[in-house]
């Protein structure tokens, strides 16, 4: 009778836990979500703490910089493991008094690491570890942003916003250009910016319409009249000068491997002579910089010009102004809302 009474007790209990922990395919579900959850966290702090790590201690000297930050790195991953320790403790005492408060805890934490990333103090951490693991790449990328902020700063916000207000007219039949050739809207409204100030006309250098179309490449005139289905193009009609516009960059982009100033400059230069990348191919160039030397006459400042009317583009749109770069804070809150097509997270194919 003992012996029976105890078992009984044993199947109630197995009962009881099976009831406390659902069903199996809950319990994993849950398991998956607390590691996603757990491993959101990681990634979030270890980024910020690397980041941190890397502005404070940048440099080239051997004892003041790369041991000091070697030797915080190896901190950081002993502090990480030490937390996970302390997690798959604390997880035991958790799951101990309600099976789902595990998944919940570290679910919290993790929306609140994700809505950290939103803060300015993360987002100049990842701009630092972005700037060390980078290179020499983004150290190019981010002097040449300040080209393009300078030049924004340079220009007269009310002359800038009386030529975003004429691009209202042809809004509509950039983006649709933009979305067939794959490429990014905003940049492309920079490209009519610089090009025509968004008031189409015939120039006596010979660009006509709204993108002052010259000697496009073949190839892109192909595309262009599959895009419209039409056998001839008439660049005088801005919906043929866009999807040609549009066309052509995507072209250099693909020819300059995602390059965003070297695509824009192929793009200013067009296909004579071999263009660029004939240029780049005889001199033994292979980014923005080293080709500076061997552009001769041609216009060197035509992508910051471009990129800093995309930008201008993009304020006036999303917020209706142009703030004052020199103004407050303005300046930091303009580098927050970022250059279309230049930043890391963004390229010049794809559209906002």
């Known amino acids: ?14 009962k009881r836990r099976r009831r406390a922990t659902g069903p199996v395919w809950q319990v994993g579900l849950q398991g998956m979500g607390e590691a996603v959850a757990t491993l959101v966290t990681a990634l979030i702090v270890v980024t910020m703490a690397l980041g941190h790590v890397s502005a404070r201690f940048a440099g080239d000297r051997l004892w003041s910089h790369l041991l000091p930050f070697a030797a915080t790195v190896l901190a950081i991953g002993v502090a990480v493991a030490l937390l996970l320790r302390g997690w798959l403790a604390a997880r035991t005492w958790l799951a101990a008094r309600d099976p ?35 290179g020499s790449t983004e150290a190019q990328r981010t002097t040449l942003a ?37 490429v990014d809207a905003e ?43 039409v056998t001839e193009l008439d660049v005088r009609d801005h919906r043929h ?27 200013n230069i067009g296909p004579r002579n071999g263009g660029l990348a004939t240029i780049m191919h005889q001199y033994g160039a292979h980014d923005f910089v080293t080709v500076q030397p061997y552009l001769q006459n041609m216009p060197r400042d035509y ?34 809302v970022g250059i279309p097509g230049l930043s890391a997270e963004e390229a010049l194919v794809g559209s906002r």
């Open 1 to 14: 009778m003992a012996g029976a009474a105890v078992k009984g007790r044993r199947r109630r209990a197995r």
């Open 303 to 336: 992508p910051v010009r471009v990129l800093a009317a995309a930008l201008a583009y993009r304020l006036w749109h999303d917020e209706g102004r142009l703030p004052r770069y020199e103004d407050g804070d303005n300046a930091r809150h303009v580098q927050a």
């Open 146 to 182: 300040h080209q393009v902020y300078a030049a924004y700063r340079r220009t007269e916000p009310k002359a800038w916003e009386h030529m975003l207000e004429r691009s209202r007219d042809v809004d509509a039949v950039v983006r649709e250009a933009a979305d067939a050739s794959g």
């Open 187 to 229: 940049v492309l409204m920079g490209i009519a910016g610089a090009e025509s100030s968004f008031n189409p006309r015939d120039s006596a250098d010979g660009g006509r319409g709204l993108f002052q179309i010259t000697a496009p490449p073949a190839e892109a005139v192909a595309q262009a009249k599959r895009q419209l289905g």
């Open 100 to 134: 789902r408060a595990p998944v919940a805890v570290a679910s919290g934490v993790a929306l609140a690491a994700v809505v950290w990333t939103f803060h300015p103090a993360y987002r100049a951490d990842v701009t630092s570890l972005r700037q060390a693991v980078g």
């Open 241 to 267: 000068n866009a999807h040609l516009a549009a066309a052509t960059l995507r072209l250099y982009y693909d020819q300059m491997h995602g390059e965003p100033f070297l695509t824009l400059l192929a793009y």
